[in-house]
C-alpha cells in the first residue's frame, strides 16, 4: 500500500446498517399494506376481520421475510369463497346445511369470494417500491 495510505474495511457495519435498513423498510412496506387490506375488509356485523389484520417482519439468515394476514380461520374462506362460488372451482358442491349457535338451521351454497389481502399487494406495487426506495434514501445519503 502506497505510503500514507490506510484501508479501513467498514464492510461489517456496511452490512449491518443494510440489514437494520432493509427491516425498516420491510415494515413501513407491510404497515402500508395492512392499512390497505384492513380498508378493503368486509367488516360484518363485528368487524373482527378487519380488526384481526396484523403484519409481522422476520429474519431468516439474510433474508428478510414479511407477513400480512388474519390469524381468523374464516378469513380464507372470505378471500378465497365457499362452496359452488369458491374461486377455481375448489369448493364443495351442492350446498349444505348448517345450526347458527341459537339453534336455527340454513342452507346454503356458499359465498363469493371477497378477496381482501392479494389487492391490498397487488394494486400497491408501486406505493410499496417508493416506500422501500425512500427507507434506503433517507438513510443512504451518499455518506
Same mark, same amino acid.
Not at 375448489?90 to 350446498?95: D, E, H, N
Not at 348448517?98 to 359465498?111: A, I, K, L, V
Not at 392479494?118 to 400497491?124: L, Q, S
Given at each position: 500500500?502506497? /505510503?500514507? %495510505?490506510d484501508f479501513q474495511d467498514n464492510? /461489517?457495519?456496511?452490512?449491518k446498517q443494510l440489514n437494520n435498513v432493509s427491516e425498516e423498510a420491510m415494515e413501513a412496506a407491510l404497515l +402500508?399494506?395492512?392499512?390497505? =387490506?384492513? &380498508?378493503? =375488509?368486509?367488516?360484518?356485523n363485528s368487524g373482527e376481520l378487519r380488526d384481526k389484520i396484523d403484519h409481522q417482519v422476520? &429474519?431468516?439468515g439474510k433474508d428478510i421475510i414479511g407477513k400480512v394476514g388474519s390469524p381468523l380461520e374464516h378469513a380464507l374462506y372470505v378471500e378465497f369463497g365457499t362452496g359452488e362460488f369458491a374461486e377455481n372451482g375448489?369448493?364443495?358442491?351442492?350446498?349444505w346445511s348448517?345450526?347458527? !349457535? &341459537?339453534?336455527? %338451521? +340454513? +342452507?346454503? %351454497?356458499?359465498?363469493d369470494p371477497q378477496p381482501f389481502l $392479494? !389487492? =391490498? +399487494? $397487488? $394494486?400497491?406495487k408501486g406505493n410499496i417500491k417508493k416506500i422501500v426506495g425512500n427507507e434506503y434514501g433517507a438513510s443512504f445519503k451518499g455518506k
Open positions: 500500500m502506497p /505510503k500514507g %495510505w464492510s /461489517k457495519d456496511l452490512k +402500508f399494506i395492512e392499512g390497505q =387490506a384492513k &380498508s378493503l =375488509a368486509p367488516v360484518g422476520e &429474519s431468516r375448489a369448493g364443495r358442491k351442492g350446498g348448517y345450526q347458527d !349457535p &341459537s339453534g336455527e %338451521w +340454513f +342452507f346454503t %351454497w356458499g359465498q $392479494r !389487492p =391490498a +399487494f $397487488r $394494486r400497491n
